[in-house]
């Protein structure tokens, strides 16, 4: 067994310390918007900067879940998280497996999927291309553009790759196609790689306000990220979610409304990321060496 020195423990020591502070200055500014959020009219009033609210009130989060716009755009994010993640892990399982069989053509379309990881097209081709799809103001314009994204797709076929061929072969000889054999054999095999990808495909999803911006032009289509950006960069709580209209008598703060509304699109992956991270680091491993 190899001794441990002076010189390891220090290295380790300053690994923890150096860890331990950024921990804490990505930890601050989040607890910081929370603290904010909770924080009572009163309270943010007097206060120049708030990290123990004195009265946590749910004044904020009420008012922005009483904004049909608000708890629509919930849902629209939702829809596109779901739908999205499906069509991504679809689309992109099944055209990695078709670049891991040794079919003919194979080499000239992996190397027209490596030339898009160098150069896109760019927002405005992109643009063309959504319009002449008929797919403006349309949710699809949020999933079927990025259906796959080729960096996920090399690496899930070098997955693919790493899959001994007997267990195909053996499936031919019992009379499977090759629907089949993906289906019954490779997809069952892939659980933690499809599991790792769906995390990766679901955060962008969520997090995505762009295309929402660029595509949706009916501002009761717009997901959570754009209604965010309306409140929070633009400024525009009171009009985003309605213009007081069935909301709260006295609103809140607009700055404790603009915490709440980043606490409520920040949660549901911070939530769901923890069951998921298993599954993640084993994943993410599978495809980075062949053996």
């Known amino acids: 067994m190899h001794k441990r020195t002076l ?36 309270e943010f009033l007097e206060s120049e900067i708030i990290w123990f609210p004195r009265e946590w009130v749910l004044s904020a989060y009420d008012y922005i879940f009483a904004s049909s716009s ?4 919930v849902g629209v994010t939702s829809y ?15 055209f990695a497996y078709s670049l891991a069989r040794p079919v003919f053509g194979q080499r000239p379309v992996l190397l027209l999927v490596l030339f898009t990881l160098l150069f896109s097209a760019g927002m405005i081709p992109s643009y063309l291309v959504v319009k002449e799809l008929g797919l403006i103001d349309s949710l699809w314009s949020l999933i079927l553009p990025v259906a796959i994204s080729p960096f996920n797709l ?3 076929r070098q997955f693919f790759l790493s899959i001994p061929a007997e267990l195909h072969e053996a499936a031919v000889i019992d009379g499977a196609n090759e629907i089949q054999s993906f289906i019954k054999i490779i997809l069952p095999l892939s659980k933690p790689s499809m599991a790792a990808f769906a995390l990766f495909y679901a955060v962008a999803h969520w997090n995505n306000y762009f295309t929402g911006i660029l595509y949706l032009n009916s501002p009761e289509k717009w997901p959570i990220q754009v ?11 009171q009009n985003t979610l309605g213009g007081g209209q069935n909301l709260l008598e006295h609103a809140p703060p607009a700055e404790t409304i603009q915490m709440a509304a ?23 491993m599978l495809g980075s060496v062949k053996g």
């Open 7 to 42: 010189g390891n423990y220090a290295i380790d020591g300053i690994n923890v310390v150096l860890l331990a502070l950024i921990a804490i200055v990505m930890i601050i500014p989040f607890w910081y918007v929370l603290a904010v959020s909770f924080a009572s009219y009163k």
């Open 70 to 73: 608000f708890v629509r755009s």
């Open 80 to 94: 596109v998280t779901v739908m999205g993640t499906l069509v991504n892990l679809a689309f992109t399982s099944t």
């Open 154 to 156: 090399i690496v899930m």
């Open 227 to 237: 209604i965010l950006r309306q409140i929070v960069v633009v400024g525009e709580a």
């Open 262 to 284: 980043i606490i409520v699109a920040t949660a549901p992956i911070l939530i769901v990321y923890p069951f998921l991270q298993k599954h993640f680091a084993k994943g993410v």
